[in-house]
Nanobody, 121 residues
Framework: QVQLQESGPGLVKPSQTLSLTCTVS??????????WSWIRQPPEKGLEWMGY???????YYSPSLKSRTSISRDTSKNQISLQLSSVTPEDTAGYYC?????????????WGQGTQVTVSS
């Protein structure tokens, strides 16, 4: 059973960088045919895909967030990290990590419980 657990500060000041970690258990983040994604959901809004990192370490980002987003990994710790720079209150959201099965289509199969981040001074 694959489990994902997000962690990080719940409060970030405007203009700072938001940093979150997703710790994966029950499976290696380096296994082929899987990618690891960050998704967020602002209050009373829908899910927004932010980007993902493939098993080979290559990354892909949402065009709307690409200039501020960085996704990386630590294979020794089996962790995926998210950094979002120059945050504003509009970045307040629940942040989720999820695994993607990469075949002919991309499908999410496991999600973390999410962590709430508030951007406020």
């Amino acid at each position: 059973q694959v489990q994902l657990q997000e962690s990080g500060p719940g409060l970030v000041k405007p203009s700072q960088t938001l940093s979150l970690t997703c710790t994966v258990s029950g499976g290696s983040i380096s296994t082929s045919y899987y990618a690891w994604s960050w998704i967020r959901q602002p209050p009373e809004k829908g899910l927004e895909w932010m980007g993902y990192i493939m098993s080979d370490g290559s990354t892909y980002y949402s065009p709307s967030l690409k200039s501020r987003t960085s996704i990386s990994r630590d294979t020794s710790k089996n962790q995926i990290s998210l950094q979002l720079s120059s945050v504003t209150p509009e970045d307040t959201a629940g942040y989720y990590c999820a695994r993607i099965v990469v075949l002919t289509t991309y499908e999410f199969d496991y999600w973390g419980q999410g962590t709430q981040v508030t951007v406020s001074s």
